[in-house]
């Protein structure tokens, strides 16, 4: 049993570190935001967006999240996901090397978070 229970964890570690879809997280305010992606590493096309929020007490949703992938666009604004901290939306990337814009807005302050994208 001990052996099968190890081969499971063994298997799971593995597919869960393929394809990591996680970015290095960013602080503002004392809320640290991160992004997900799917797929993961991103491909050329439509691409889904996961930005969490979480603060020293939980799940942050009171922010009002936007995503671009460059100054040309216009910003499209996540859609919240319940009172999780996560906030989704999909976007077009054209290629490697891009960066994902977040805009967070709360209690009238706003910044702007760069992440770049992994490259495959």
């Not at 992938?69 to 990337?93: C, S």
């Amino acid at each position: 049993m001990k052996k099968a229970s190890a081969l499971l964890c063994a298997v799971l570690l593995a597919a869960c570190s393929a394809g990591e879809s996680r970015l290095p997280v960013q602080e503002w305010q004392g809320v640290t935001v991160g992004v997900e992606t799917r797929p993961a590493p991103v491909v050329v096309g439509m691409n889904e967006f996961l930005v969490s929020a979480q603060g020293p007490r939980g799940a942050v949703y009171d922010l009002l999240i936007f995503i671009r992938m460059d100054d040309g666009q216009p910003w499209t604004q996540a859609i919240q996901d319940g009172h999780t901290g996560v906030y989704r939306r999909a976007l077009r990337v054209q290629g490697p090397g891009q960066t994902l814009q977040v805009q967070v807005k709360r209690a009238g302050q706003e910044t702007v978070l760069g992440f770049a994208l992994p490259t495959g």
